[in-house]
């Protein structure tokens, strides 16, 4: 393994590096060698963002739709005991 000392990091970008080191619970090397090998194309980025945009239409239901449901799918709880015999 080759060992690069990078200069010239401006206060903003360190203080970013460290902060996001930190949300992965990395060491900031580990944090800059990932981002590296990510923008050369090694490596695949991580999905990091979170979208809500569909929640409304998974494990949305109101009470009366668990009801009906429930309701309508009861039959299929049910053993065939000719099916069985």
């Known amino acids: 393994m080759k060992t690069i000392t990078l200069r010239g990091i401006d206060d903003e970008?360190?203080?970013t590096l460290k902060k996001q080191a930190?949300?992965?619970?990395?060491?900031?090397?580990?944090?800059?060698?990932?981002?590296?090998?990510?923008?050369?194309?090694l490596d695949k980025k991580k999905r990091t963002r979170?979208?809500?945009d569909l929640d409304n239409l998974a494990g949305g239901w109101s009470q009366e739709d668990?009801?009906?449901?429930?309701?309508?799918?009861?039959?299929?709880?049910?053993?065939?005991?000719?099916l069985w015999t």
């Open 50 to 52: 979170i979208y809500n």
């Open 13 to 15: 970008t360190a203080a």
């Open 66 to 82: 668990e009801q009906e449901f429930n309701k309508t799918t009861r039959l299929f709880t049910k053993i065939d005991e000719e």
């Open 22 to 41: 930190k949300q992965s619970r990395t060491s900031v090397n580990a944090t800059v060698l990932n981002l590296i090998r990510e923008s050369i194309g």
